[in-house]
């Protein structure tokens, strides 16, 4: 029993450790999740800053998820067309085009969203 837990452990290490590999892996070769993540630290210290609601907090933190996650995807997705190369489908392009828009809509909601929550701490910010 003790052995099995062992072995589960190890398991679980080796799993964070292949995240871990992944995230590396895009935070030095993917520009947009690049960009896309000083964006989020810019939110999260407008967050701080502004003192915003927990509810208001919690909507911008699963919007920032939301934007890295499907960056992740389409990434993920733009791998696996590419993998397809050598036999190009007419879909190719399309899969990697949908699978951008995805993240074009996905993010202009975010900002949608943040702006909404952040305009009346600007408003009130700048007003006084």
């Known amino acids: 029993m003790v052995e099995e837990a062992n072995n589960e452990i190890r398991k679980f290490r080796q799993s964070l ?7 590396k892996y895009v935070l030095v070769n993917e520009r947009n999740f690049q960009i896309e993540i000083v964006i989020a630290f810019f939110v999260i ?9 927990n509810w208001e907090a919690v909507i911008l933190v699963l919007m920032i998820m939301w934007v890295l996650i ?6 993920v997705f733009e791998r ?3 993998i397809l ?9 399309l899969i990697k085009d949908i699978m951008a828009t995805v993240v074009l809509i996905s993010s202009t909601v975010a900002l949608i969203i943040g702006v909404i ?12």
Do not use: M, Q, W
């Open 117 to 128: 929550i952040f305009y009346p701490y600007f408003r009130e910010f700048f007003i006084k």
């Open 70 to 75: 499907t960056e992740l995807t389409n990434t």
């Open 80 to 82: 696996v067309v590419d």
């Open 85 to 93: 190369k050598p036999r190009v489908h007419p879909y190719a392009r």
């Open 17 to 23: 450790k292949h995240a871990g590999s992944g995230l």
């Open 45 to 53: 210290i407008l967050i701080l800053i502004f003192k915003v609601k």
